[in-house]
């Protein structure tokens, strides 16, 4: 994630609420989003914290710098984990990296993460990507491992000027690559992903964030609203953004609306700088997943919270062009399963979220990395759980 501008913060306070839907969205609107669904939550729960593990800063590895961690995955055959970087030629060009994450299965201590390859993300033409600002630019945020084809699923939120940036306009992409990082081609977009140069489509830096692969789905989440289907959360209300739903060989399936919460509180100053919206998601199977709410706010930090969510008896949006005019629908259920910043102090910038092992316990590991954005103030780290209810 970039962080805004103070003019981008202007243009946020001044925006009016969205629509009001039917059903779970309304008591969402009221609460800031957690009142998703009545009744007691039977779902996923974190069962014990295994702990924390960090990289150190601007950590060097085969000539490249390690940082920007937004998106990991494992290959449960091999144990190899794949952690992509948003680094946009600051230092490399388009990149993931291969590691270990040290859990140990029958007690569940947590001993570490191991990087131990490299792989530069290449284009159709065999090249590099070109850098931020340039046109076909990538900024590289989430990365699936496709057990079925040996291969990687990776999310380019692409780039589109706006009023406070004037750069190319770079299409939003989600890419497949061998596991040597090679163009292995792309998976298509509904037309309304597009990123475009006015007020239509994603906005910038609120793009394709989040992936996750289910037994017989691929979805994925932008993390906030369209421009045509409403304004970003402020601390009076939250947002609504789209969730699309492909079959595992490729076909757009559905679209469904996803309740952002609101502002967890105000920016200091009040009129400062807030960006807030889902920074992955992670499929438990075919209807319900993992969700991570990440805000950012100035003079306060970060605030992240985990959620779980389910398809099930949700409106399929797919065909409507906004999502604050227009007829009545019913976003996701959700539920909250955690505060993430009673793990850890200061809460980081969570974006990258993968399962780990199953332990002898029974309980999965669960492992939630930060993107240190390449900033001395912030931290590459690992939080590890053991979780019940799968």
């Known amino acids: 994630m970039v962080r805004g501008t103070a003019a981008a913060a202007a243009v946020l306070a001044a925006v009016t609420v969205p629509a009001v839907v039917q059903g779970p969205a309304r008591a969402a609107e009221r609460t800031g989003g957690a009142a998703a669904a009545a009744g007691p939550h039977a779902g996923l729960r974190i069962a014990r914290f295994l702990g924390e593990k960090r990289l150190p800063h601007l950590m060097k590895f085969q000539g490249t710098t390690v940082g920007g961690l937004s998106g990991i995955d494992r290959d449960p055959r091999t144990g190899d984990w794949y952690m992509i970087s948003d680094d946009r030629w600051r230092y490399d060009p388009a990149r993931f990296y291969t590691g270990r994450v040290d859990i140990d299965r029958r007690t569940g201590r947590f001993g570490g993460v191991q990087i131990t390859g490299v792989h530069t993300l290449t284009g159709p033409d065999g090249k590099p990507y070109p850098g931020f600002g340039k046109p076909r630019s990538v900024d590289p945020e989430s990365i699936r491992y496709d057990p079925r084809r040996h291969r990687v699923l990776w999310g380019n939120e692409g780039d589109r000027p706006d009023e406070t940036h004037q750069v190319p306009l770079a299409p939003l ?30 906005r910038r830096n609120f793009g394709m964030e989040a992936l996750a692969i289910a037994p017989h789905t691929i979805a994925g989440m932008i993390e906030g609203p369209r421009y045509e289907d409403g304004p970003l959360p402020t601390v009076q209300h939250g947002a609504v ?32 700088v807030a960006d807030s919206g889902v920074s992955e998601i992670l499929a438990i199977d075919d209807h319900r997943y993992l ?3 990440r805000s950012w706010l100035q003079g306060v930090g970060y605030k992240v919270k985990l959620y779980e969510f389910d398809t099930r008896g949700a409106t399929n949006v797919l065909a409507r062009g906004s999502l604050a005019k227009g007829g009545r629908y019913r976003p996701v259920r959700k539920h909250l399963v955690a505060d993430l910043g009673r793990y850890a102090s200061p809460t980081q910038n969570l974006e990258g979220m993968g399962w780990g092992p199953r332990l002898k316990s029974g309980e999965r590991t669960l492992v939630i ?6 900033d001395a103030q912030e931290v590459t780290e690992f939080l590890a759980f053991a979780v019940r209810g799968r």
């Open 173 to 202: 992409t989600l890419q497949w690559a061998g596991r040597d990082g090679r163009y292995h081609g792309l998976l298509p977009l509904p037309k309304n992903l597009r990123l475009t140069t006015g007020h239509h489509g994603p």
């Open 241 to 272: 953004t789209r969730l699309t739903m492909w079959s595992r060989h490729g076909r757009v399936r559905a679209q469904y609306a996803y309740q952002v919460d609101r502002l967890p509180t105000a920016p200091v100053p009040p009129g400062g």
């Open 291 to 293: 969700a991570l709410e």
């Open 369 to 374: 990395c930060s993107d240190d954005n390449f």
